[in-house]
């Protein structure tokens, strides 16, 4: 792939055209994690004996057609004023390197962003003009868990939820067994603001006898396969809940969850208060009677 350079890089790209023909190298894939450092090297042949300041050295992404300026190094220093913006403060090329041919970037604090393909390039009159290609795969682990079915009627209501992802993933549901089920699922899809998915699939199921229920996390491109497996009881064998229970849609269960988180401390201080009212009136009644008493003695006296 040869670069398509802006506007801002002629004379570079002058001096590109000046130099040898490249040879098409085939893109090296490189997989990492949100969050980790990567580093990439291309190589190029060399004596060691060249000047930096003859070294022009762009590292350069690929999305949409579009050329993103990774990292420049021009006239023996690094040239960053046409990076992007979203790379600031996250690459490091190591120099130290330069001369035994090797060009390696640190990319740092890997964002979902920075996968794509990258173009190392370099152009230098004393040494054979050279580029490398890397195909960058960033993903993200996903948080599996599947939560306690809630019981609607003759139906059970299970949710399996994944958080935090990347690439966008399928949440399958099977039997303990491996057999596939297909029937009334719901799946909803948010984004994070780092780019990651988070995924919530709900199954409702009408069982006749308890049976091991799992939620399977599946991507070609994710290197995990987590499985979350919960034994669901039948409805007529949850006998620990009552008709009520049981007619309670989700959300209804939840309000009344909350419901009662609300009612409760506020039956406790209403209970506290009236204890304190209760005291207060025993006292005021003992002190009224002792004032009755004292006088009777102050007449009788009299």
Request: positive net charge; proline residues 3%.
């Amino acid at each position: 792939m040869i670069p398509v350079l802006s506007n801002k890089h002629k004379n570079v790209k002058s001096l590109f055209m000046l130099e040898s023909m490249l040879v098409p190298i085939k893109e090296q894939l490189i997989h990492s994690t949100l969050r980790d450092d990567v580093t990439m090297k291309c190589t190029f042949q060399t004596n060691g004996d060249f000047n930096y300041r003859e070294l022009q050295i762009h590292w350069y992404l690929y999305k949409n057609e579009d050329s993103i300026n990774v990292h420049s190094y021009l006239k023996g220093a690094d040239q960053l004023t046409d990076q992007h913006s979203s790379f600031h403060g996250r690459t490091q090329l190591f120099t130290d390197e330069l001369n035994r041919g090797i060009i390696s970037l640190r990319i740092s604090n890997l964002m979902i962003s920075d996968g794509g393909s990258y173009q190392c390039v370099l152009i230098c009159r004393s040494a054979q003009t050279h580029n490398d290609s890397f195909k960058l795969t960033v993903t993200a682990p996903y948080e599996i868990s599947q939560s306690n079915p809630i019981f609607n009627g003759e139906e059970s209501l299970l949710q399996c939820e994944l958080k935090g992802g990347y690439p966008k993933a399928e949440i399958i549901w099977t039997t303990k067994d491996g057999q596939k089920i297909n029937k009334q699922i719901s799946t909803n899809y948010s984004i994070t603001k780092e780019g990651c998915f988070n995924i919530i699939s709900n199954l409702s199921l009408k069982l006749q006898k308890n049976t091991t229920i799992c939620c399977t996390l599946s991507h070609p491109e994710l290197p995990q396969k987590r499985i979350s497996c919960q034994e669901t009881r039948s409805p007529s064998s949850n006998n620990h809940q009552t008709d009520e229970d049981m007619s309670l849609t989700p959300n209804s269960q939840r309000l009344r969850f909350l419901a009662l988180m609300t009612v409760a401390p506020t039956a406790s201080v209403i209970v506290l208060l009236i204890a304190f009212i209760a005291v207060l009136h025993h006292r005021q009644k003992q002190e009224t009677k002792q004032l009755k008493v004292k006088s009777d003695v102050l007449m009788m006296n009299y």
